[in-house]
Structures are given as C-alpha cells and as structure tokens.
C-alpha cells in the first residue's frame, strides 16, 4: 500500500470554519479525502508537524492535533537535518528550517509515495516540481508526488 505523508496544513483544513467559499471547498475536500483515501493509503505525518499544530494559535489547534494524533508519526533524524541544509542552500523553500522544507525533506527521507498538502506556494506547486526534483536527484532521494486532497481524490476542481 503506498504512503502519504500529511503536512499541517491537512490537519488544519478538516477543521477551518471561515465561510469563504474557497475554504469551504479545501474543507469539503480534505473531509471526503480522509474519508475516502484512509483505507486505500498509508497515512503518516511527522513529530514536527505534530509539534507545528501545537504551536498553532488557530481556533480549531486541538482537534487539528488530535486528527493528527491518530496517525504514526515519524521523527526527524540526524540525516533529515542535512538534507534541510541542502534544500535550503539550493532555495527551495523559504529559509524556515522547521517549515515546508523540513516536510519535504521528512517525506523524501522516509520514501514516501505522496506527501499532501494545500500549500500551493512552497510545496504541491508544479513550477517547482523540477528544482525539487533534481535535488533530491543530487542526494540520490526519491521525490515524493506533492499533491493536494483533490489530486487522490481525482477531483479536478470548480469549473
């Protein structure tokens, strides 16, 4: 069964309660996708996404922390924090070691099939997609597929 390891901003999506119709829709999705891609993945997140959603300060931090709870949750080791470094001297994300390229590093470490997200800026946006790649090719890594909930669920968005 392949992987999926499941960023913060997941976690954060199931639970948002604004009325935007946009988060409306990111909600609706991440619902249906945990629903419906439980059973058919392997979900993970990581202690550092756990300890992310308990620095949150979003009204919804606890239930956020327990969905994310009830996933493995893989810790960073010693090499992860290399392969931060270099991600960061190649600029693929912003200089938060702790942030997007710390997820990036802990999917493509652990050989994870998927690692979802709604972050579109820094992690499942295909102008990035080749940098990304050819790092993790430098560091003889595999790069997981950076999708968001809809991409599994096959949905291709509002018209």
Known sequence: MKTV?????IFSFY??????SDIIARRDWTRE????????FNFVTSTAGL???RRGSKPHKEDALKLALTLPAVAPENAVAAIVRVYLEHKLMPAD???DVLHLALASFNRHDFLATWNCQHLANA???DHIQHVNDLLGLPT?????PMELLGVDGPD
């Open 127 to 129: 102008g990035k997609a």
């Open 33 to 40: 996708f945990w629903e419906t891609c439980r059973s058919q």
């Open 144 to 148: 997981p597929r950076l999708i968001t």
């Open 15 to 20: 639970y948002d309660a604004r009325q935007q």
């Open 97 to 99: 070691p702790a942030g």
């Open 5 to 9: 390891y499941l960023e913060t901003s």
């Open 51 to 53: 300890a992310e959603l």
